[in-house]
């Protein structure tokens, strides 16, 4: 019952990390793209149910039914997998992506901006 108490509190703390990078120029705003929110660990059913609950960017591991992430660096294990931008290894039965740096391994691996943007098994963008 320990390890169990303690494998979930470690989940939580890493999936509850979250940090913003602000910018901070002065008389403007900052733009959006510097106001982020990314976290090292996703666990989902469907994004956005799961931990961190809500929409997040991903530096590190997301593991779940059906992820969904628009920036992602690292690696993403489920059964659907979609991104806008992708950056490192995608493992799944369908795995799309609009801009990729990296593999996709799966049935059905789509990578809609490469040169050749569909692959069964493999496919991959460098």
Known sequence: MKKIILCA???????SYGAEANL???????????MR???????NIITPVGLPPGFWD????????WNWVENFDGWQIGV????????G???????????????????????????VPFLPIVNWYF
Do not use: H
């Open 9 to 15: 509190s470690l989940v939580l703390a890493f999936a």
């Open 24 to 34: 901070r120029v002065e008389g403007r705003n900052p733009p959006a793209e510097c």
């Open 37 to 43: 929110s990314y976290t090292p660990l996703s666990i």
């Open 58 to 65: 991903v530096k590190g591991l997301q593991i779940g039914v």
């Open 80 to 87: 659907v997998n979609t991104t806008d931008i992708f950056r």
């Open 89 to 115: 290894w995608q493992l799944g039965a369908i795995n799309v992506t609009r801009m990729m740096y990296g593999v996709q391994i799966g049935f059905v691996n789509v990578i809609q901006e490469a040169d």
